[in-house]
């Protein structure tokens, strides 16, 4: 099929290398514009942007698609079908009415859960113990689009949002080529009313971790914020990202130091924390991040 291709973080290449090695005509991909990024803060091209270019292909990233112009640069592509992964923009009726099948969302849940812009995140924090992909024929509500297929996978134990979204990303490309290769036997599912969430954004300010909560709510809010923005605590004025934890045994004062292992009590049950990141350090596993900061029993975090 002839694909206009649009995405722009990491999750969204996995998609875009797949529908081209499964032979289909990527005729354009659209990305968001490159951002300041690093400590240069010069401009940076998104993921999607970077590897597309790679593959020699046609690339835009217009600021907006309300306008008549970009819109009738978009239809003049002439594609049979536009894919959709983590864009980032909304796209107007008369981009979804210009390809001559629509345009298609990879949305990382099984809707009607977790529509919105942090899924993935979402889910962890939340708890749940299955998550999935569903593909989505796209309509102007906010992920509430009809599925041709979905896919379903069980969450980890100790699995963090950075390890669920690698394997999201894969599960996604996949499925969205199965769904074009099977596009026209496949009918659409309109969605339950019932059991509609909503995935708000992330906001960093509900990334301060308070140990007077379960030991279970600590550590899924530890995995489901890691790495980004990365839930935190404060030591000696120094904030410290927590990037990896498990459930352990254990019961003391909410926030001090059970061992010299970084155990930490919590409301009701312990975290032991795995992996740490100091204020301008990379993130060290617990034992390295003890060679220089000890945590010894006791402490009071």
Same mark, same amino acid.
């Given at each position: &099929?002839? $694909? ?18 499964? !032979?289909?005509?990527?005729?354009? /991909?659209? =990305? ?22 790679? &593959?020699? *292909? ?6 907006? *698609? ?18 959709? /992964? ?9 981009? *979804? ?9 990879i949305h990382a849940s099984l809707l009607p859960r977790w529509r919105g812009a942090a899924p993935i995140h979402r889910a962890i924090m939340a708890g749940d113990t299955e998550t999935g992909v569903c593909i989505m024929q796209m309509e102007a509500g906010l992920d509430t689009g009809p599925v041709l297929m979905r896919e379903a996978t069980p ?55 308070? +140990? ?19 839930? +935190?605590?404060?030591?000696? !004025? &120094? ?6 934890? $498990?459930? /352990? ?24 924390? =795995? ?12 034992? &390295?991040? *003890? ?7 006791? =402490?009071?975090?």
């Open positions: &099929m002839r $694909v206009i291709f649009m995405g722009t973080p990491d999750f969204s290449v996995s998609a875009l290398d797949a529908l081209h090695v499964a !032979g289909h005509e990527i005729a354009c /991909v659209y =990305t968001q514009p490159p951002r300041p990024a690093g400590r240069g803060k010069k401009d940076r091209p998104s993921p999607v942007q970077a590897r597309a270019e790679v &593959m020699g *292909l046609d690339v835009r990233h217009p600021v907006s *698609l309300r306008n008549a112009e970009a819109q009738e640069a978009f239809a003049a592509l002439n594609a049979d079908i536009a894919v959709v /992964v983590a864009y980032g923009l909304i796209l107007p009726q008369p981009v *979804l009415d210009a390809p001559t099948h629509g345009c298609l969302n969450i980890g134990a100790t699995e963090t949002t950075a390890q669920l979204h690698d394997r999201l990303a894969g599960i996604g490309a996949a499925l969205v080529v199965r769904t074009l290769d099977q596009l026209p036997a496949l009918t659409a599912k309109p969605q339950p009313d019932v059991g509609v969430t909503y995935a708000t954004k992330i906001d960093k300010a509900e990334a301060a971790i308070d +140990w007077t909560q379960d030991a279970a709510e600590v550590d899924r809010k530890i995995r489901g914020l890691s790495p980004f923005p990365g839930a +935190w605590f404060e030591h000696d !004025g &120094m904030r410290i990202k927590v990037l990896g934890s $498990v459930l /352990v045994e254990g019961a003391g004062a909410a926030g001090a130091t059970l061992d010299d292992a970084l155990t930490i009590a919590c409301g009701r049950g312990a975290v032991r924390l =795995t992996r740490l990141q100091r204020a301008g350090k990379g993130a060290q596993d617990a034992e &390295m991040f *003890l060679r220089g900061m000890p945590l010894s029993k006791g =402490t009071q975090l």
